[in-house]
């Protein structure tokens, strides 16, 4: 093979290799695509299957409180039924930490007590936070939503944009960076009670934030999050019990329990909530916040 024919073959190489590479996939898409597949089995197989199958060991389910999911599902085994329940949801907006190992999905779920009846009768919005496994898959470790009386949008699949810009971080000290973390949601629960609710949010809100409340569609921004909590009655109180972080210490979340007093001190609500947070300007900010009531 003489000078040029080397020359013409190793172009043909490269040419060949380059759709090869485009078509890599980033850790927002792989994950995104992971909630489909969950989605779709559940649809396909069933509800319980679907849950099994995606969960991490340590994955948490809320009934009504924090529990290990995988162990809560084998110690309640669904009855037998002659019909199929359906629970339909898709991912619509996604978060991903830096180092490819941590992110969020969140987007409107429905659900029909038959999978052959012609409406949908409950209507919501899902959060679920992801990490990577040790063998490369991802697997949920949190997972709760809210109801709200209408549909949150059309069940289409979404195909987030690569953001696989292969962004250099150094790895944090996990340990320590989850307990600051939850330090800075114990803050914010201290601060809401010196300060007011909407005050500590708006200092601890990223400008983006989501904020999940049932029987609403999602606030989306600060301002409308802001609004939306200046007509909540009472004092709350919130009590972390765990979270995590990613290794690049940029994203993490944290969750726990709640309480809201009335003007006499009696608690006239309890629930659990989620909060994901992502590291902005040097501070950990709220980027999506849900509660649910017990």
């Not at 695509?33 to 989605?39: M, N």
């Not at 629970?87 to 978060?95: E, F, H, I, V």
């Not at 949920?140 to 810009?165: A, C, E, M, R």
């Not at 944290?254 to 040097?282: C, F, L, N, P």
Request: proline letters at 6%; one cysteine or more.
């Amino acid at each position: 093979m003489n000078a040029d024919m080397k020359y013409i073959f190793v172009l043909l190489i490269c040419l060949m290799t380059v759709p090869v590479s485009a078509q890599q996939q980033s850790a927002l898409q792989e994950m995104v695509q992971t909630e489909q597949a969950f989605s779709k089995m559940a649809a396909e197989k069933t509800i319980r299957e679907a849950f099994m199958t995606f969960i991490a060991d340590d994955g948490l389910l809320f009934r009504p409180g924090a529990v290990n999911g995988k162990k809560w599902m084998m110690e309640h085994p669904v009855p037998p039924s002659d019909t199929k329940p359906l629970l339909a949801w898709q991912p619509s907006y996604a978060g991903m930490a830096a180092s490819g190992d941590m992110g969020f999905t969140t987007g409107p779920w429905e659900f029909k007590g038959n999978i052959n009846d012609e409406k949908p009768s409950g209507y919501g919005h899902f959060i679920t936070v992801w990490k990577k496994q040790a063998d490369g898959s991802w697997r949920f470790v949190s997972d709760l939503g809210i109801t709200h009386p209408q549909s949150g949008g059309p069940q289409t699949l979404w195909q987030p944009t690569d953001t696989n810009k292969n962004v250099s971080f150094k790895p944090v000290d996990q340990p320590g960076v989850r307990n600051a973390l939850l330090d800075r949601d114990r803050n914010y629960s201290a601060d809401g009670l010196k300060q007011g609710l909407v005050k500590a949010f708006v200092a601890y809100a990223s400008p983006e934030v989501r904020l999940y409340r049932s029987s609403n569609l999602p606030f989306i921004g600060r301002d409308a999050s802001a609004e939306a909590l200046a007509k909540a009655k009472g004092q709350f109180t919130w009590t972390p019990s765990g979270g995590d972080v990613s290794r690049a210490g940029d994203l993490g979340f944290t969750h726990g329990t709640y309480e809201v007093a009335d003007d006499g001190k009696k608690v006239i609500e309890q629930g659990s909530y989620v909060r994901i947070w992502r590291k902005q300007g040097g501070a950990w900010r709220i980027v999506m916040d849900v509660i649910n009531a017990h």
